[in-house]
């Protein structure tokens, strides 16, 4: 019976409850005008946009994943969540802005104004953000 209580939500798991609380420190990213002052922040310290799609299960499977393993400092880079469905016009100029091909999932590391790591689906858990900081 263990399993279908934790399937259906039954059991109660502090291990699953921390793993479900623990979140990234993401601000939202909802204008176009936002790329310009992330652009000009990034001179400061990194800034990355993790462009999700809410209907897609495999952006919300990368989206938890990134979730359950940031442990970076809120003070070492600025972390930007782009809904590609809500704000699609952003998404298209944040492609034209720093030159990358449009995928979803996507995480763009930015650095002094321009793209210096990118990566789509899966390996956006295998980016290492400390190397930018």
């Known amino acids: 019976m263990g399993i279908f209580n934790r399937l259906f939500g039954k059991e109660n798991n502090s291990e699953s409850e921390k793993k479900l609380a623990k979140v990234a420190p993401w601000i939202p990213l909802a204008s176009v005008d936002q790329l310009a002052i992330i652009k000009e922040r990034s001179k400061a310290r990194p800034q990355v946009i993790f462009k999700h799609s809410t209907t897609c299960g495999i952006s919300r499977m990368v ?71």
Not at 94 to 112: A, C, D, M, R, Y
Request: aromatic share 8%.
């Open 63 to 133: 989206m938890n994943r990134f979730n359950e393993g940031y442990d970076i400092s809120k003070d070492s880079l600025d972390l930007h969540y782009l809904d590609l469905h809500q704000y699609r016009p952003v998404s298209n100029e944040t492609s034209n802005v720093f030159g990358v091909v449009h995928e979803s999932p996507q995480l763009l590391v930015i650095k002094n104004g321009v793209v210096v790591a990118h990566e789509s689906h899966g390996a956006i858990t295998h980016l290492d953000l400390n190397k930018y900081i």
